[in-house]
């Protein structure tokens, strides 16, 4: 995994065919979490999160230089990979509510689905829980929740657009 500092670097040394050869055709970026307490600290609570308005690109989320990145080697034409708690999922959440093997994202002729491996805590695609056994089309900025751990699927054009000054 990277963190959005590390891929603006990378972003300005490659050109995007490049830059998609590296990363894949798709990311998942980590969702910041702000909430105000009345003392004025912020609590971290992704359970108190809203789905994103879809169609909608979420300004902001990349301004956060520290936010994790998780990249994929390039796909094959037909490639498949685990979210979930345990070391030998593809994309590790160490969170008490994501289940070992949580959820699967299936990449199929240059499109991706979501699919639910019957988690505890249920997977949502921007805030609609999908049934275990389902697979969903995904597409660029939809808000995923694994659990308690909310990232947003960016395609790989996206993120390095929005990673540049004057993001969009």
């Known amino acids: 995994m990277f963190t959005v500092r590390e891929l603006k670097a990378l972003a300005t040394r490659l050109d995007a065919v490049a830059f998609e050869r590296q990363l894949g055709p798709f990311v998942l970026v980590e969702r910041p979490f702000k909430k105000e307490r009345p003392s004025g600290s912020l609590d971290v609570n992704p359970k108190a999160t809203r789905p994103l308005k879809s169609g909608r690109p979420q300004k902001g989320v990349l301004d956060f230089d520290d936010l994790w990145v998780a990249t994929l080697p390039p796909l094959r034409e037909e490639d ?37 491996l019957g988690s505890r805590n249920g997977t949502l695609l921007n805030g609609a829980r999908l049934r275990p056994g ?34 969009e």
């Open 134 to 167: 389902t697979a969903l089309s995904l597409k660029d900025n939809d808000a995923l929740d694994f659990g308690g751990v909310r990232v947003l699927f960016l395609e790989v054009s996206t993120l390095r657009k929005r990673m540049r000054p004057g993001g």
């Open 80 to 116: 498949e990979f685990i979210i979930g708690r345990t070391a030998d999922c593809d994309v590790m959440l160490d969170e008490g509510t994501v289940s070992k093997h949580h959820a699967c994202i299936r990449w199929k002729r240059k499109r991706a689905e979501l699919e639910d």
